[in-house]
């Protein structure tokens, strides 16, 4: 990445938590066939070189718990953070910044194992962060994270709520593809991540897979964005991307 497009060098993993961890691992199997690795937490399930951590719902809250992302200077980003009003606090030894309810954890490059042969999902695609108002989240995350918008997808198209995270994004909107939606999930949990887009290399297959598994389709793999209900993820709502 580019460092004038922002700090952000790529999603390290994520934290979702849920009521039954070891559950969900093997509903995350079955349904879309994914291997499934231990973590320190909880199961995990790979994401390239990145992964997915499911953990305790009781003891760290459900949903998107922690977003955690590789930069190059975490003590140089919580200083700014400082500077910026935000208060700045540690997860295991790394910086941990809240902007618009989501835990973001700062990391260094630690060397991650290469990923599985028989992985799934080959990287993020994005991060939905769903906010009352757009215009105010990206002024504050720009404050707090300086980052330009960077060019996106085969047309080049520069989007201006979307912070770049390598090839990737967080994407911080009021709206979304369903802005009803977004609003209920405000109101009803306030500012957060809201989704999570994850590259299959053969989005059809694996839709049909989801499909065959039981599992809930918000949309067709024809259709511009395919969606993984909630209901089969346990509380995540997943985009094939």
């Known amino acids: 990445m580019d460092v004038k497009l922002g700090p952000f060098r790529r999603f390290h993993h994520v934290v979702v938590g849920v009521a039954d961890p070891d559950a969900a691992a093997r509903d995350w199997a079955r349904v879309f066939g994914t291997p499934i690795l231990d973590g320190r937490d909880g199961p995990r399930i790979p994401v390239g070189d990145a992964w997915i951590e499911l953990t305790s719902g009781e003891r760290h809250g459900t949903g998107v718990v922690r977003v955690a992302v590789e930069v190059n200077d975490a003590a140089a980003l919580a200083g700014a953070a400082r500077a910026a009003g935000v208060a700045v606090g ?6 941990l910044v809240e902007l618009n309810g989501v835990r973001i954890e700062l990391r260094e490059d630690d060397g991650r194992a290469a990923p599985p042969a028989d992985v799934v999902f080959t990287r993020f695609h994005h991060v939905v962060v769903a906010v009352a108002d757009d215009a105010a989240a990206v002024r ?11 060019p ?5 198209r520069v989007v201006s709520h979307h912070v770049p995270v390598g090839d990737a994004w967080f994407g911080l909107t009021s709206a979304g593809t369903d802005a009803d939606a977004v609003a209920r999930f405000v109101a009803r949990r306030g500012e ?3 989704a999570l887009a994850l590259v299959a290399p053969d989005r059809g297959a ?9 599992g809930r389709l918000i949309g067709q793999p024809s259709d511009f964005q395919t969606f993984v ?9 997943l985009e094939l991307a």
């Open 152 to 156: 996106e997808g085969p047309d080049g």
């Open 206 to 214: 694996l839709a049909a897979r989801v499909t065959a598994a039981g």
């Open 90 to 95: 540690r997860h295991e030894g790394h910086v």
């Open 140 to 150: 504050r995350w720009g404050e707090v994270f300086a980052f330009t918008p960077a």
């Open 192 to 194: 957060g991540v809201y």
């Open 229 to 237: 209900h909630p209901a089969t993820t346990h509380g995540v709502l």
